[in-house]
């Protein structure tokens, strides 16, 4: 049952971060058990874990749905990730193993290839590789509850990330402050790798709430 609800979370956490599933959008028990073909429990044990994690919203009497945020809460959320992820990048870069910069070098290469302008272009796979690009760096903090921390707050502005929303000149910054990072990272600059992450949300934000009142 327990493999059960942590594959089931597992598809509708990919699901709700990707986009498939729109913030808002209610997550019926019965019609999960039938698309996951699994029973109601592990669906209930599922939604329960997702909801600790800040993306999904459980009400009595009116079941679950994919959490969504007002702007400030937004702001705010900003706010927390400003103090928390560049913090977590500086103390991620002296623990950085060969294999993770390799990795977050193919990530941050693999980015620029699939977000430049064109026919080839393609924002749902930058969308999928900045999770991982940023989860590399969390991993290698070493802390977790800084990464428990940074998580949700996370979770909870990559629901609302559309890279669709960037102006050319952002999308632009935005892929290069990953290629960036990597050399801070390869150099051993944990301030350098610090100055790149807290710039590159700025730069998120902006894109996301510069419209918003």
Same mark, same amino acid.
């Given at each position: 049952m327990r493999a059960?609800?942590?594959q089931a979370a597992r598809v509708l956490r990919e699901e709700i971060l990707s986009g498939a599933i729109a913030s808002g959008a209610r997550l019926g028990e019965a019609e999960l058990a039938g698309r996951l073909s699994v029973s109601r429990t592990p669906i209930r044990e599922a939604l329960s874990r997702l909801a600790a994690e800040g993306l999904v919203?459980? &009400?009595p009497n009116r079941g679950a749905r994919v959490a969504s945020w007002t702007t400030e809460q937004l702001r705010e959320i900003?706010?927390?990730r400003l103090r928390l992820e560049p913090y977590a990048v500086r103390q991620a870069v002296p623990n950085l193993t060969p294999d993770q910069l390799a990795e977050l070098d193919h990530l941050a290469a693999a980015m620029s290839r699939a977000g430049r302008p064109g026919k080839n272009q393609d924002l749902a796979v930058v969308e999928e590789l900045n999770r991982r690009f940023h989860g590399v760096f969390i991993d290698a903090a070493g802390s977790p509850p800084l990464a428990g921390a940074l998580r949700g707050v996370i979770h909870a502005s990559v629901?609302? &990330?559309n890279f669709?929303?960037?102006a050319p000149d952002a999308l632009r910054r935005s892929l290069?402050?990953?290629v960036e990072m990597v050399a801070a990272a390869r150099a051993g600059d944990?301030?350098?790798a610090?100055?790149?992450?807290r710039a590159h949300l700025y730069n998120a934000r902006a894109t996301m709430l510069g419209g918003r009142p």
């Amino acid at each position: 049952m327990r493999a059960a609800a942590e594959q089931a979370a597992r598809v509708l956490r990919e699901e709700i971060l990707s986009g498939a599933i729109a913030s808002g959008a209610r997550l019926g028990e019965a019609e999960l058990a039938g698309r996951l073909s699994v029973s109601r429990t592990p669906i209930r044990e599922a939604l329960s874990r997702l909801a600790a994690e800040g993306l999904v919203e459980i &009400q009595p009497n009116r079941g679950a749905r994919v959490a969504s945020w007002t702007t400030e809460q937004l702001r705010e959320i900003f706010d927390l990730r400003l103090r928390l992820e560049p913090y977590a990048v500086r103390q991620a870069v002296p623990n950085l193993t060969p294999d993770q910069l390799a990795e977050l070098d193919h990530l941050a290469a693999a980015m620029s290839r699939a977000g430049r302008p064109g026919k080839n272009q393609d924002l749902a796979v930058v969308e999928e590789l900045n999770r991982r690009f940023h989860g590399v760096f969390i991993d290698a903090a070493g802390s977790p509850p800084l990464a428990g921390a940074l998580r949700g707050v996370i979770h909870a502005s990559v629901v609302h &990330q559309n890279f669709h929303d960037y102006a050319p000149d952002a999308l632009r910054r935005s892929l290069h402050h990953h290629v960036e990072m990597v050399a801070a990272a390869r150099a051993g600059d944990g301030d350098w790798a610090e100055a790149i992450m807290r710039a590159h949300l700025y730069n998120a934000r902006a894109t996301m709430l510069g419209g918003r009142p």
